[in-house]
C-alpha cells in the first residue's frame, strides 16, 4: 500500500528547491524574504499597536484623559514611523481629506485638552471619513476568513456590506 503519509515542514520545502534559500533566487520567495521590515517600521508597529491597546483600554475605563491621551500620541507616532513622515503628511493632508483631517486630528486636540467624550467623537468620525477607502478592502479579506467570511456572506448581512 505504500508509506504512511509524512509530516511536510517549511524547512524541507526549502532544502529541497533550487537557488540560494537565503535570498530566494529563481523568483522563488522564502519566508526569510516575503516581508521585510525596517528596523524604524518595526519600531511603528509596536507604537500603533500600543497606541491602539491605550486607546481601547482608555474607553473601557469610562474615556480615561491619560490612557486615551497616550494612545493617540503613540497612534500617530507609530503611523509616522510605519510609513515616513512625509507619506504620512501627504496622506493627511490631500485637498480632498481636509475635512477629515481636521476631525481626527481636532479629536485628538480635544483629548489631549481634557474633554476626552467628545474628542473621540470627533476622532472616530474623522477616522472613518479618513480610511473610508480601506474599508472594502478590510471587508474583502475578512469574507475569506473562515468563520467571519461564512457569517458575513449570510443572506442578511452580506445585501448589507
Known sequence: RGAAPR????EDVAAALPGDQESGEEGTPTAANMISLTDTQKIGMGLTGFGV???FFGML???DKALLAIGNVLFVAGLAFVIGL???FRFFFQKHK???TAFFLGGVFVVLIGWPLIGMVLE???FFLLFRGFFP???GFIR??????SILNLPGISSVS
Open 7 to 10: 509530516c511536510v515542514f517549511p
Open 53 to 55: 491597546f491605550f486607546l
Open 61 to 63: 475605563l469610562f474615556f
Open 86 to 88: 512625509e507619506r504620512t
Open 98 to 100: 481636509v475635512k477629515a
Open 124 to 126: 472616530i468620525y474623522g
Open 137 to 139: 478592502v478590510v471587508v
Open 144 to 149: 475569506r476568513v473562515p468563520v467571519l467570511g
